[in-house]
């Protein structure tokens, strides 16, 4: 009788541990990286149509706007994907919209690419993909020299996600905007309080846009809101917390005394270093740890 009683309470124990290994939910591990946006994210797309011309390298890295790998890679790296299992749509200087300055697809239009992609192949989008989106910057930034250029960067976020949900997508990772007024590059320039403004006014509208997508999709779409401004505004008001001594100058400011990088929070006027990068990736990760679909 006791063995009976043993080996019950064995297999009930394994049957706990089993569960507790399962992921809480159907949407299973993340497979895929599928990412969206501009040149904090992209890998190399600018440089390949240029033919390796921009961003120059040296002193950009491998056709990255930083001096080493840029955020999306790091989180790739977490997960244990190869390359095969990353699709990087990102190009350097992208708006929301479908179309920016040269050519460059934008949002809507690296949205529609992939979209068309899965129609080719005749599938649906990856519901144990984690899909990253990073966009709207250069709405604003081209936006106060060109007052002319028509744009709706939350409304363009939005209509991306909407579309990427209705593709298959389950996991949809969305950043918000730094301070844009409060770059080297933007810092002491005209358009300062404006861009400040700005992004404080997009990063308010989308939230409450998250809030109502997250709404109308249920527990179909997971929408992970990644707040990179409240990360800035800390490295900025708090540099020794994360190992910087300069968060007010891009290193390439001066090449000649630019020796250690990783003190940096940026690598030139706009973009983080590498290590700036690393950790944003890191703020990412901690943020997909707390959703129930990455238990």
Not at 15 to 44: C, H, Q, R, W, Y
Not at 96 to 119: C, D, E, H, K
């Amino acid at each position: 009788m006791r063995k009976i009683v043993l080996t019950l309470i064995v297999s009930f124990l394994s049957l706990i541990m089993v569960l507790l290994a399962t992921p809480s939910n159907s949407l299973g591990k993340v497979n895929e990286l599928i990412i969206f946006g501009d040149s904090l994210s992209d890998v190399g797309n600018v440089y390949k149509v240029t033919n390796g011309i921009y961003p120059p390298s040296p002193p950009y890295f491998q056709g990255r706007y930083s001096n080493g790998l840029v955020w999306v890679e790091y989180i790739a790296s977490k997960f244990g994907l190869s390359p095969k299992q990353t699709t990087n749509f990102a190009y350097g200087g992208a708006t929301t919209m479908r179309v920016g300055s040269y050519g460059i697809p934008g949002l809507l239009g690296q949205v529609s690419n992939f979209q068309s992609a899965q129609s080719q192949a005749q599938s649906r989008a990856n519901p144990n993909a984690l899909y990253i989106i990073w966009a709207g910057a250069n709405d604003y930034l081209y936006g106060t020299a060109n007052t002319t250029m028509p744009s709706d960067p939350v409304g363009n976020l939005a209509m991306s996600i909407q579309s990427l949900s209705s593709m298959g997508a389950k996991k949809i990772l969305v950043a918000n905007l730094p301070d844009l007024g409060n770059l080297p590059h933007t810092r002491n320039s005209s358009n300062s309080s404006i861009l400040t403004a700005s992004s404080n006014s997009h990063n308010l509208s989308l939230s409450k846009s998250l809030d109502v997508l997250r709404k109308k999709f249920g527990s179909n779409t997971e929408i992970i809101e990644l707040d990179a401004n409240s990360l800035y505004k800390e490295a900025i008001s708090n540099p020794g917390k994360f190992g910087f001594t300069n968060v007010q100058e891009g290193c390439l400011k001066n090449v000649t005394s630019c020796d250690n990088p990783d003190k940096f929070l940026f690598w030139d006027g706009i973009h983080p270093t590498t290590a700036g990068h690393r950790i944003l990736a890191e703020a990412a990760l901690s943020k997909l740890e707390n959703q129930v679909c990455f238990r």
